[in-house]
C-alpha cells in the first residue's frame, strides 16, 4: 500500500509527557535595557502554569542560543539547573541587541505495521531507512520550539529570522516597549508570514491575582499583529502552528514563547 504523509494533529502532544502540556515555558533576564560599555544580566528558565514563577520544572539550558549583535555565538556563564528552575549570566561587551533562546527540534512519525500502531522517534535524514517496507497510514511532523528573550545594550539592532520555526520579528523593537504605548510584531513560520495564528499575551507575577492578566490577539495576513501595553512589567507571549505538510511532505509542529519587559 502507498506510503503517503500528512501531519499527525496530535504530535507534539505525544512528543511531550502528558503532565507538562499545561506549563508555559519562559525565558525571565534581570534587565532587558542597559548602558554603558560593558553589562551583566542574569536568567531565569523554566515551566510553570503561572508565567516567570518558578513552580514545575527547571528548563533544561543544551539547546541554549545567544547571539550577539555582531551575529556571533556566546557561552552561558554560571550556569546551573535546580529543582524548579535553571539560571545563567551573560556578559554584555558590545552594543545592540542579544537574541537569548533555547531552541529545540525534531521529528516523529507513527505508522501501522500488522495492524499495530507503532511510533518512530528519531532523525529525520534516518527515517526513510528506518521505516519497515510494509508500512501503512504514515503520518510525520517536524517540530520546533523557541522560547526567548531579547536583550539591548545601548541602542537597539536589528532582529532577523532564522527561517526555522515559529518566530517573532520586531516592527516595533521588543526593547521598545513601553507603557501606555502600543508594539506590532510579526510571526513568521520557517520565514515565511505565519496568518491567522491565535496568539496570548500574559502579563507575568500573577500568582495571587483572583484573575490573570491576558490578552489575546491573532496575526494577520502578513503575520502581524498589535499589543497595547496598559501596565508596565514583564510579560510572556505565546503561540504555536500545525500545519499539513503538502506533496507527501511531513507536516510542522511549532511553538513559540516570548519574554518582553514592558517600560514605565
Keep these: 500500500m502507498k506510503k503517503t504523509f500528512a501531519l499527525l494533529a496530535l504530535a507534539a502532544a505525544l512528543?511531550?509527557?502528558?503532565?507538562?502540556q499545561a506549563h508555559r515555558a519562559w525565558l525571565a533576564p534581570t534587565s532587558t535595557v542597559l548602558s554603558g560599555n560593558d553589562a551583566w544580566v542574569g536568567f531565569d528558565a523554566g515551566m510553570s502554569n503561572v508565567v516567570f514563577q518558578p513552580d514545575h520544572a527547571a528548563m533544561r539550558l543544551s539547546d541554549l542560543q545567544i547571539i550577539a549583535p555582531d551575529g556571533t555565538k556566546l557561552e552561558a556563564q554560571n550556569a546551573n539547573q535546580a529543582r524548579y528552575r535553571s539560571s545563567f549570566d551573560i556578559e554584555l561587551k558590545q552594543q545592540g541587541t542579544y537574541r537569548i533562546a533555547n531552541v529545540a527540534?525534531?521529528?516523529?512519525?507513527?505508522?501501522?505495521?500488522?495492524?499495530?500502531?507503532?511510533?518512530?522517534?528519531?532523525?529525520?535524514?534516518d527515517?526513510?531507512?528506518?521505516?519497515?517496507?510494509?508500512?501503512?497510514?504514515?503520518?510525520a511532523s517536524r517540530t520546533y520550539t523557541r522560547t526567548e528573550t531579547f536583550v539591548t545594550l545601548g541602542?537597539?539592532?536589528?532582529?532577523?529570522?532564522?527561517?526555522?520555526?515559529?518566530?517573532?520579528?520586531?516592527?516595533?523593537?521588543?526593547?521598545?516597549a513601553a507603557e501606555g504605548e502600543a508594539s506590532t510584531f510579526q510571526l513568521v513560520l520557517n520565514g515565511a508570514p505565519a496568518a491567522n495564528v491565535d496568539v496570548t499575551i500574559a502579563r507575568g507575577h500573577q500568582r495571587y491575582r483572583s484573575s490573570p492578566e491576558e490578552m489575546t490577539a491573532k496575526t494577520d495576513a502578513e503575520g502581524k499583529f498589535t499589543v497595547n501595553w496598559e501596565k508596565a512589567g514583564l510579560y510572556w507571549i505565546g503561540a504555536s502552528v500545525r500545519g499539513e505538510g503538502a506533496d507527501g511532505q511531513p507536516g510542522t509542529s511549532a511553538s513559540y514563547n516570548g519574554t518582553i519587559e514592558v517600560l514605565p
Excluded at 527540534?105 to 522517534?121: L, T, V
Excluded at 527561517?163 to 523593537?173: A, K, N, R, S
Design 127 to 139: 527515517f526513510a531507512a528506518a521505516l519497515p517496507a510494509d508500512a501503512t497510514n504514515v503520518q
Design 155 to 176: 541602542n537597539p539592532t536589528d532582529i532577523t529570522a532564522t527561517g526555522q520555526g515559529l518566530e517573532l520579528i520586531p516592527v516595533t523593537h521588543p526593547n521598545d
Design 15 to 20: 512528543a511531550a509527557p502528558m503532565s507538562a
Design 105 to 125: 527540534q525534531g521529528f516523529m512519525a507513527m505508522y501501522e505495521q500488522g495492524g499495530e500502531r507503532k511510533r518512530y522517534r528519531g532523525s529525520e535524514a
